[in-house]
C-alpha cells in the first residue's frame, strides 16, 4: 500500500508546484482608476487647460505665495501699494513691512497708473461687461451672477473714478501675468484675505 499512497502524495505536489510557478508568472493584477473626489479649493479656484494638474488629474490652483516683506516706501499703513511692473501688490503694515501678494495686471496697451481709493466692496459679485469691452468682444455674456464661473471672483473693491477693480479670478494661471482689461487679479484666497483688510476709503496707489 505505500508505492501507490507515495505515487499520489508526489503527483498531487507536482500538481500544486505547476500552479504555483503559472501564478507567479501570471501579471500582477493592476489597480483600477478611481473616480477622483471632489475637492472644494479646486472648485473654488478653477481650472482649465492651461492649470497644472495633481497626480490623481485633478486642477490646481497656481499661486505666487503670499508673504510679509520688508517694505519701506513712505505710505501710511493700511494703504494698497500696486505694482504692475513686479506684477505684485502690497498693503502696509507700518513699521517697514508689507504683505505681498501676487497679481495679474493689464496687458499691453491697457497699462495705468495713478492713485485712487476703495469706493466700494462687493462679495462674490455681478459682473456686467462695460460696453467698451463688448465692443472688443461681442461674444461676452451682457450680465453675469457672481459665483464660482464668475470671472471677477470671490471678492471684488471698485477703484473710484475708473471701470477698474481688484478682483478675484477664476483663473489662477493668470496671476503674475499681464492679462487683463486694466483690472487687477489675485487669486480667490488672496483676495478674499485682502478683503477683509481694507475698508471702503482705502489709498490705492498703482505704479508703472
Not at 475637492?39 to 488629474?57: K, M
Not at 519701506?72 to 513686479?86: D, H, K, L, R
Not at 497679481?103 to 485712487?116: D, L, Q, S
Request: a positive charge; hydrophobic letters at 40%.
Amino acid at each position: 500500500m505505500r508505492r501507490p499512497t507515495l505515487a499520489v502524495i508526489c503527483a498531487i505536489g507536482a500538481l500544486c508546484g505547476l500552479a504555483a510557478e503559472a501564478f507567479a508568472r501570471s501579471p500582477a493584477p493592476q489597480p483600477q482608476p478611481q473616480p477622483a473626489a471632489f475637492d472644494p479649493f479646486a472648485a473654488l479656484f478653477g481650472g482649465g487647460s492651461f492649470a497644472p494638474q495633481t497626480g490623481d488629474g485633478r486642477p490646481q490652483a497656481v499661486a505666487i505665495p503670499r508673504e510679509v516683506v520688508a517694505f519701506n516706501a513712505s505710505y501710511a499703513p493700511g494703504t494698497v501699494i500696486i505694482a504692475t511692473n513686479e506684477r505684485r501688490l502690497y498693503y502696509t503694515l507700518g513699521h517697514g513691512q508689507a504683505i505681498r501678494y501676487g497679481v495679474g495686471v493689464g496687458r499691453p496697451g491697457f497699462e495705468w497708473a495713478g492713485t485712487r481709493y476703495v469706493a466700494h466692496k462687493r462679495e462674490w459679485p455681478d459682473w456686467t461687461p462695460p460696453s467698451q469691452m463688448l465692443r472688443r468682444r461681442p461674444d461676452l455674456p451682457r450680465h453675469m451672477v457672481g459665483g464660482l464661473n464668475n470671472p471677477l471672483g470671490a471678492r471684488a473693491m471698485y477703484l473710484s473714478g475708473t471701470l477698474y477693480r481688484i478682483h478675484g479670478s477664476n483663473e489662477p494661471w493668470t496671476i503674475g501675468q499681464a492679462v487683463s482689461s486694466g483690472c487687477i487679479r489675485m487669486t480667490n484666497d488672496d483676495v478674499v484675505d485682502l478683503y477683509n483688510r481694507v475698508r471702503v476709503g482705502t489709498r490705492v496707489v498703482v505704479t508703472r
